[in-house]
């Protein structure tokens, strides 16, 4: 009964899905006239860990893990997530790569809910023992380890870390069987290809420079991809009216900010019809980006309200929410 | 007599209790599945989701009802073993089958639309009546079968 092995996880999410934050709570939130009003909403509707002086990073951080502790508590194979916790992951790499390069000081510059915390991967690869390493990480940490010791150049080992990770989540949606967490994986990897043209336009980089970044995905094709980047962002807009990401044609037009919430609004869309779903992962995949996209749209308020931007502007970036 | 008669009857009514049995064990317990999700994080639904948890467990109350009928009709329960012919015994195997069988596929599609049921639970309590009604639809076959399977039992003449 291979199809009925979700049913007790996704009875409990569909109970969780009670707690999410719907828009109309949202635009709570947003009304409330300082960020420590807002803050204090948000704590009173359960988020936290209950400690009357945690603040906003604090806060976050651990609803964060709340939702990662549900997803490891009812899922039956927790490595389907793998696209979720590659980019944490890589994130350590790249972080651990620099100190060692570099030696340069740096607190909080790890993650520590991930398959190899921080302190973990910088022995990795201060030891350089990048075979303890899992995946195409090997292969990617050496190259990025030596191209930072000989040119020094930070951003090439960003870039190489980066195009790794999105190989990863590409290869990891294939790999996975199901249809949500490959189409996740995709349109995750072709918005990063997007974001990379769009930038790379901005700065008047090389197209050898995006081959570099961009990972293959199926929704989009690089090679013409890198070709409207070089003609124009007009030739960007023009090419992805033409591809499912028509949508961020438009927003790209509009501002950088709306292109940017259009990308977290097209994966809730890829998302919702998983509140439907009763015998696969893909409730639980969608409870976990949608808290997600609820704990970005939350701090992009409390970041806002905490450096006095106005309503509108706030407005502006909100995510659509999964419920 | 013929052994092989009364040996075919008693394979109707183990048909019976059997399949349809085992669907219900199937059906509630995916059901049950789903019930335990809703309650470890809301045990206020405990009742409700208990409620829709159960409605797969006619089908075995079916193929009892059935394998009861034909254990009786045969003598098996009375005392005394009927003289069946062996065409008899195939024909009450023959007359056990639809409970059996729609008894086995019905409690677990059965199973499988309370479990989505319990969901439903789970997100709008106050819709129980509605949530009910989806399940209850996949019981009208399962009651068909046993109409069938009883007229067809009770009708053979031993």
């Known amino acids: 009964m291979s199809d009925t092995k979700y049913t007790y996880a996704v009875a409990r999410i569909r109970a969780l899905e009670n707690a999410l934050f719907t828009d109309a709570v949202i635009e709570q939130i947003l009304a409330c006239p300082t960020a420590e009003q807002a803050l204090q909403f948000v704590k009173e509707k ?21 939702a990662w502790e549900v ?197 809730t869309e890829i998302m919702k019809p998983q509140k439907y779903q009763t015998f696969s992962v893909g409730p639980l995949l969608g409870y976990l980006t949608g808290r997600q996209n609820e704990i970005k749209t939350v701090r992009i308020i409390l970041t806002g309200k905490q450096n006095g931007f106005p309503d509108d502007a706030i407005r502006e970036r909100i995510r659509e929410m999964y419920v | 007599m013929s052994e092989l008669g009364i040996v075919y009857a008693l394979l109707g009514a183990a048909v019976a209790v059997l399949l349809s ?54 003598g098996v329960l009375g005392g005394g073993l009927a003289d069946l012919s062996v065409s008899t015994g195939l024909l009450i195997l023959a007359a056990c089958l639809p409970i059996g069988v729609v008894g086995l596929l019905s409690a677990i599609a059965q199973g499988k639309t309370a479990a989505a049921s319990i969901g439903i639970i789970a997100k709008k309590p106050d819709q129980f009546a509605k949530a009910m009604l989806f399940p209850a639809m996949v019981e009208t076959y399962a009651i068909l079968a046993l109409l069938i399977s009883f007229l067809s039992v009770t009708g053979i003449q031993v």
């Not at chain 1, 359960?46 to 709340?66: I, Y």
């Open chain 1, 46 to 66: 359960g988020w936290g860990s209950g400690a009357a002086d945690e603040d906003m990073d604090s806060l976050l951080n651990r609803e964060e893990e709340k």
């Open chain 1, 71 to 267: 997803i490891r508590d009812v899922a039956p194979d927790i490595h389907l997530f793998d696209v979720l916790s590659y980019p944490k992951l890589y994130h350590n790499l790249k972080a651990a790569v620099k100190k060692a390069c570099t030696g340069a000081p740096g607190e909080h510059i790890f993650y520590e809910d991930c398959s190899i915390p921080g302190q973990e991967m910088l022995k990795i690869v201060e030891n350089k023992e990048f075979s303890r390493l899992p995946g195409n990480m090997p292969g990617a940490a050496q190259e990025a380890f030596e191209t930072l010791l000989h040119t020094g150049d930070g951003q090439l080992c960003d870039v190489l870390i980066d195009r790794a990770a999105l190989e990863a989540v590409f290869e990891a949606g294939e790999k996975s069987g199901e249809p949500i967490i490959r189409d996740y994986a995709d349109t995750t990897v072709a918005i990063a290809d997007i974001r990379i043209a769009v930038r790379a336009r901005k700065t008047g980089k090389t197209a050898e420079f995006m081959q570099r970044a961009m990972a293959p995905c199926r929704s989009i094709s690089t090679e013409q991809l890198i070709r409207a980047a070089l003609a124009g962002e007009d030739e960007i807009s023009r090419y992805l009216a033409g591809t499912a990401y028509a949508g961020g044609a438009e927003a790209l037009k509009e501002s950088p900010s709306a292109f940017e919430r259009w990308c977290d609004d097209r994966m």
């Open chain 2, 21 to 74: 049995g085992t669907g219900s064990a199937i059906g509630v317990g995916i059901a049950g599945q789903a019930a335990a999700g809703v309650v470890t994080e809301d045990p206020g639904k405990f009742a409700k989701v208990l409620i829709i948890q159960l409605l797969p467990g006619t089908q075995g109350l079916y193929g009892l009802l059935i394998g009861f009928i034909t254990l009786s009709k045969i």
